[in-house]
């Protein structure tokens, strides 16, 4: 924390980074790491996040988009960084000028060696196929004549195939049946690929559910997110249990404490009535900050307790009842005493994941959508001496 606590902020603890990627890293062993930091790293801050992953055994990174990549670059990341969802106007060229590798799902064949050629530089490619999920890479059927034409560039200088990857789409289910239908299909298409004389040095399945439960899905490399983050993919299965450490609290200071009658309505739509005489403290965090507006309930802690937030969750604002306090006659006020909406759930605190149960959504989104309102704060930026290695 620093000294002084700010309004609010997203406090993302380094070190909790590295050990994730430590642990990730060992369990996925031989394989290697690559740091999935799209979307600003989850809302964790890319290049802080992408920096200290690196320096903790990561040995690739990967984007969405060309664009996040290309940031990465400028702030002078030189590491294998693979960016794979584009779209006809995606700046193919820059990607090659910056040694970025490209997802290649077959549209975007003919681009690259356009810019391949303009630059008078190699691409460096991933042949992306489509083993199930139904979004990006080249469907079974379209991947023999995909890896010929790719091989025909390859040997005109254009481009390297350096990947060959897909993508799974129920690894965090692990009981379904679908995954190993997708890893059969990805060991066939790379025989295909092995017998037009494909000699990837990466070949890559896994994401965080996979890397966790299915070693057999792990191949050279995992592509780990949420892991990374600290945060479980699995239902019913704490980060703790993962090994795991939450990297991200989202807190802020209790803006306002006040007691009211019985009946008192609370924000929008009054949908929310005081059973008794009680005392509201005023939380300054809301939808423009990421809260999701559909999240009532979800806990915020103050002094050691966890309430869950009454009323609509504004624009700015949001609300719990603290029971009665009396402050006006001297209770005891909450007014400015720091507020936590979650963190590394220590202690009984609140957790990204009981923020995604109250919004009905996954906990990916919880911390991906803290908002830019909220300043990212950053600890234990660099490693202690002494630090542990695995
Ligand atoms: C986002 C993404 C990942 C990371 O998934 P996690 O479940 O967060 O580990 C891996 N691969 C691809 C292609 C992705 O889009």
């Not at 809260?291 to 309930?297: F, K, L, N, S, W």
């Amino acid at each position: 924390m620093p000294a002084r606590a700010e309004e609010r902020s997203a406090v993302i603890d380094l070190e909790a980074i590295r050990h994730n990627v430590r642990h990730l890293a060992a369990v996925a062993s031989p394989a290697k790491i690559m740091a999935v930091v799209k979307a600003d790293a989850y809302g964790h801050g890319a290049v802080q996040v992408a920096r200290a992953a690196l320096g903790a055994g990561a040995s690739w990174l990967g984007t969405a988009h060309i664009s996040e990549a290309l940031a990465l670059r400028a702030a002078g990341i030189e590491a294998p960084l693979l960016a794979w969802l584009h779209t006809p106007d995606s700046n193919f060229a820059a990607a090659v000028a910056a040694g970025i590798d490209i997802g290649c799902s077959g549209w975007e064949l003919d681009r690259i060696v356009a810019a391949a050629r303009e630059q008078e530089r190699p691409a460096r490619i991933h042949l992306k196929v489509d083993t199930g999920l139904g979004r990006n890479g080249a469907t079974l059927d379209a991947w023999d004549s995909l890896v010929g034409e790719a091989m025909e560039y390859q040997d005109q200088g254009l481009l390297r195939v350096v990947g060959i990857f897909s993508h799974l789409a129920v690894a965090d289910e692990p009981e379904r049946p679908e995954t190993d239908e997708q890893l059969a299909a990805f060991r066939q298409i790379l025989a295909v690929a092995q017998d037009a004389g494909v000699d990837p040095e990466v070949r890559h399945l896994a994401n965080t559910p996979a890397t966790l439960s299915r070693p057999d899905t792990h191949f050279d490399l995992v592509r780990v997110g949420l892991g990374l983050y600290g945060l479980s993919p699995f239902e019913g299965q704490s980060p703790a249990e993962l090994g795991l450490r939450p990297a991200m609290t989202v807190r802020t200071v209790v803006s306002h404490c006040k007691d009211v009658p019985a009946g008192q309505g609370v924000s929008y739509g009054l949908n929310y009535r005081t059973d008794g005489v009680s005392t509201l403290g005023l939380i300054p965090l809301g939808y423009a900050d990421g809260v999701p507006r559909i999240a009532t309930g979800g806990p915020v802690r103050v002094e050691g307790v966890n309430y869950p937030v009454v009323g609509r969750i504004a624009m700015d604002q949001m609300v719990i009842d603290l029971g009665p306090r009396n402050v006006t006659a001297g209770g005891p006020s909450i007014l400015g005493a720091e507020a936590v909406l979650f963190g590394d759930g220590a202690d009984g605190g609140p957790t990204a994941d009981d923020w995604a149960r109250a919004a009905g959504t996954n906990n990916y989104e919880i911390v991906t959508r803290i908002s830019p309102r909220v300043p990212r704060r950053y600890i234990n930026e660099e490693p202690s001496t002494g630090e542990e290695r695995p």
